[in-house]
T-cell receptor, first 113, second 115 residues
Framework: DQQVKQNSPSLSVQEGRISILNCDYT??????FLWYKKYPAEGPTFLIS?????DKNEDGRFTVFLNKSAKHLSLHIVPSQPGDSAVYFC????????????FGKGTKLTVNP | KAGVTQTPRYLIKTRGQQVTLSCSPI?????VSWYQQTPGQGLQFLFE???????NKGNFPGRFSGRQFSNSRSEMNVSTLELGDSALYLC??????????????FGSGTRLTVV
């Protein structure tokens, strides 16, 4: 039973445009969400997180939106750059992030120059 | 400061053998978690250690085990290797249990191939 789903295995966007990566979850106990970026042959790198008490968190070009009623979150990257090309993982944790992460299977983002 | 160090980076083993992977967390981090990444299943949680105690365990068979030492360094062991154990094994460290506000810091992983 996949509790965190990233339904788009891949996404391709033009440089300078917006990239929107989506994530859905099923477990209502999740209250802390994170996005990681992963390049080949490297470990995942933490990007941004959001607690369930918020519906938006922003860090530079990266914004995460959380819709608790829909159990849906999204990561917006504006503007997209070729260096953003990587696999993006959505992850969720219960109890304010004090418990293990449950990951989605990832979305491969390609930003074309 | 130095990041999370995993050794070795690459490993090839034969079915039935056992393997030990090592992880040195960021200095000062007391919690170490292990994840398995495969193309079909994504990243799956193996176990988490804090202060030398296993705090959490994922849904993996008993062939997968781990431990943490007093200096927070951790090892994981897989016995009686199967072809399906071929994966990237990632170690993540954090100051306290769980990812908290800063997320885990992951190492680059150990790529295990079982032949």
């Amino acid at each position: 039973d996949q509790q965190v789903k990233q339904n788009s295995p891949s996404l391709s966007v033009q440089e300078g445009r917006i990239s929107i990566l989506n994530c859905d979850y099923t477990n209502s106990m999740f209250d802390y969400f994170l996005w990681y970026k992963k390049y080949p042959a490297e470990g995942p790198t933490f990007l941004i997180s959001i607690s369930s008490i918020k519906d938006k968190n922003e860090d530079g070009r990266f914004t995460v939106f959380l819709n608790k009623s829909a159990k849906h979150l999204s990561l917006h990257i504006v503007p997209s750059q070729p260096g953003d090309s990587a696999v993006y993982f959505c992850a969720a944790s219960p109890q304010g992030g004090s418990e293990k992460l449950v990951f989605g299977k990832g979305t491969k983002l390609t930003v074309n120059p | 400061k130095a990041g999370v160090t995993q050794t070795p980076r690459y490993l090839i083993k034969t079915r039935g053998q056992q393997v030990t992977l090592s992880c040195s967390p960021i200095s000062g981090h007391r919690s170490v978690s292990w994840y398995q990444q495969t193309p079909g299943q994504g990243l799956q949680f193996l176990f988490e250690y804090f202060s030398e105690t296993q705090r959490n365990k994922g849904n993996f068979p008993g062939r997968f085990s781990g431990r943490q030492f007093s200096n927070s360094r951790s090892e994981m062991n897989v016995s009686t290797l199967e072809l399906g154990d071929s994966a990237l094994y990632l170690c993540a460290s954090s100051l306290d249990p769980g990812p908290s506000n800063y997320g885990y810091t992951f190492g680059s992983g150990t790529r295990l191939t079982v032949v």
